[in-house]
């Protein structure tokens, strides 16, 4: 079974390379590939036998959908990524649930991670306001919210895979606002891209290991 993780696993690599490189014309169809190929992988290991796994595959579809978006630089192909990535983490809220929540000892640590991952980002919703107004800075505040939820709820599990995942998956996200509306650096989109596929992946392993 280690070997359906062949085919994400190398098309991941292959898009962290485009984006390294500036390579958009392989990272179009590289990024998108990434996420279908993880679709494929929960598929094979039966997520259409569980109401957890069918909302993964809700959750996955949505990242795919904001994958694309994202890869137009408008600030309405960002909000509608917005909404297509806040509606896939709700969706892995419904996912974890399903699951059956057991919060474990070591459910604290989620707090850090939001506690790291709102320090990181308390310039962004100030900068989107300033940038686009309400409508740009409400969707960013909503969706900071949601992830945050993502995150308490992939602890509540107590699961270590998917804690570690949903941590890693917050960071992405939050690399990303920081990199778009408040200060760029060179090596951001690379992060992003390796923090959201190593999240997505360990997600996925996860929820269908449980």
Known sequence: MQLIWVAPAALALVDWYAVARGDRRTETWAKPATLVALIAVALVLGATDTSAGLWLLVALALGLAGDVLLLGASDTRFRLGLASFL?????????????????????????????????????????????????????????????????????????????????????????????????????????????????????VGGIMAS
Do not use: K
């Not at 320090?119 to 900071?144: D, K, N, S």
């Open 87 to 203: 509606l896939g983490h709700l969706a892995l809220v419904v996912s974890f649930t399903r699951l059956g929540l057991a919060p474990p000892g070591w459910l604290w640590v989620a707090w850090l991670v939001l506690f790291a991952c709102l320090i990181a980002t308390r310039r962004v919703v100030p900068a989107t306001f300033l940038r686009g107004g309400r409508a740009l800075a409400v969707p960013v505040a909503v969706y900071t919210v949601v992830i945050g939820a993502m995150v308490i709820f992939a602890f509540d599990t107590g699961e270590p895979l998917i804690a570690v995942g949903a941590t890693v998956f917050a960071a992405s996200d939050s690399i990303l606002a920081v990199n778009r509306f408040v200060s760029p650096r060179p090596w951001a989109p690379v992060a992003v891209m390796v923090t959201y596929h190593v999240g997505q992946a360990l997600i």
